[in-house]
């Protein structure tokens, strides 16, 4: 890589952290991030460019109704129960990759999971 090529480079990892994790290839996490990036592309397009996994929901305008939401759609998607109460508990969407891995791991280890 050349000198301008590795400014780009940079420059782009450190304005978009987020599009760098998703590259990781992290199922988990791009399902999740995707789900959240739609909701505040929805409500609050300017603030996109602050989502990451550790940007506090609270600071991309995301309320407990849109937390629920896109709770329901992870259930769903990975066919799985997300009891309110550890809903409440998450503050970005690494807490969330976080349990879903817990959670996913827990049911594979189940009968018939």
């Known amino acids: 890589m050349n000198g301008a090529s590795e400014w780009v480079s940079g420059v782009a990892d450190e304005v978009m952290p987020h599009e760098a994790e998703v590259a990781m290839g992290n199922t988990i996490y791009e399902t999740v991030y995707e789900l959240f990036k739609r909701q505040v592309t929805e409500r609050a397009p300017k603030k996109i460019s602050l989502l990451s996994a550790e940007t506090p929901f609270d600071d991309v305008g995301m309320d407990s109704l849109e937390k629920l939401s896109v709770a329901m759609d992870l259930e769903d998607h990975f066919d799985l129960f997300i009891p309110d109460e550890d809903i409440g508990m998450f503050t970005n ?3 969330i990759v976080n349990y879903l891995e817990l959670a996913i791991a827990k049911k594979s ?5």
């Open 109 to 113: 280890d189940q009968p018939g999971g």
């Open 93 to 95: 969407i690494q807490d």
